[in-house]
């Protein structure tokens, strides 16, 4: 029997819990605003179409870019602004990465869930402060850590607020420029209560592979998520374009927009089995 986790609500959607599968998909970075509204307006009809629960992701910066010189995003000002448009345009909780202390509050005001990066999921401070928030908070395991150590990580979370805790899988370092899944780390972090969502994008990037940029396999997306949704994850996570190999950020591990429709579908199948029992 898969374990049920403690439910965190974003919005009008349950992640965790006796709630079925969530999608959390998007375009890695904001490219522009046209963009990100071509991909909300697609996924917004897909989701409808099957019943899926959906939050909309976008990044305002990309802080942690491989080479100084990579695309990064509008910024802060800027990029809660298009996602404040987003969210009300397509009646869609929004999500997006903090990585300062000082970018908590702003963000806190227009985005639906707070994210924490990997690189920066032992960071207290920005934990603490994300937590006083009120708001959702989805902490990415770092590639570093192992999964029961991310209990301390929410718990820095849950010092400071009740907004609620979500972990996030997105693969462990494997050598040099690769990630590798341990699919027993999700089981790992619903057996601590926590909502667990798989990241199945993130979790096939070849990180700094490229030299100034990082590659991806984006072939075994599908692969990933199928073993995911089997374990019975909460969520999958996914960054998608219209054009990955035209992607100003993570285009190599982007899943086309054309391919999501069916891997969701199926995902659905899997979870409605795989919780029913």
């Known amino acids: 029997m898969i374990p049920r986790t403690n439910p965190v609500q974003v919005g009008p959607i349950a992640i965790g819990g006796d709630a079925p599968l969530a999608l959390i998909a998007g375009p890695c970075v904001i490219e522009s605003e046209e963009l990100a509204r071509r991909v909300a307006g697609t996924l917004r009809e897909i989701t409808d179409r099957l019943g899926l629960p959906w939050i909309f992701k976008a990044s305002f910066d990309k802080a942690n870019r491989s080479s100084v010189d990579s695309f990064r995003g509008p910024g802060l000002e800027e990029g809660l602004a298009i996602l404040a448009r987003i969210r009300e345009e397509f009646g869609v ?9 000082g970018q908590v509050e702003a963000a806190a005001r227009t985005l639906d869930v707070l994210q924490i990066p990997a690189f920066l999921c032992r960071q207290t401070d920005l934990l603490v402060e994300a937590g006083r928030s009120g708001k959702p908070v989805n902490v990415k395991k770092g590639q570093f850590m192992a999964p029961a150590g991310m209990a301390e990580a929410a718990r820095k979370v849950e010092s400071a607020g009740e907004g609620g805790v979500i972990i996030t899988e997105r693969g462990v370092s494997f050598g ?3 990630l590798v899944v341990d699919m027993r780390s999700l089981a790992i972090i619903r057996d601590m209560g ?8 993130h979790s096939v990037q070849l990180p700094s592979a490229r030299g100034t940029s ?14 995911a949704a089997a374990a019975g994850v909460d969520a999958v996570f996914m960054e998608v374009h219209p054009n990955p190999e035209c992607a100003l950020c993570d285009g190599p591990n982007s899943l086309p927009l054309g391919e999501v429709e069916p891997l969701v579908s199926l995902l659905m199948r899997l979870d409605g089995e795989v919780k029913a029992r």
């Open 93 to 101: 909780p929004v999500l997006s990465d903090v990585h300062a202390p």
């Open 176 to 178: 040099y420029n690769n």
């Open 194 to 201: 926590y909502p667990v969502i798989f990241d199945a994008t």
């Open 214 to 227: 990082s590659g991806g396999e984006r072939q075994f997306v599908p692969v990933l998520a199928r073993a």
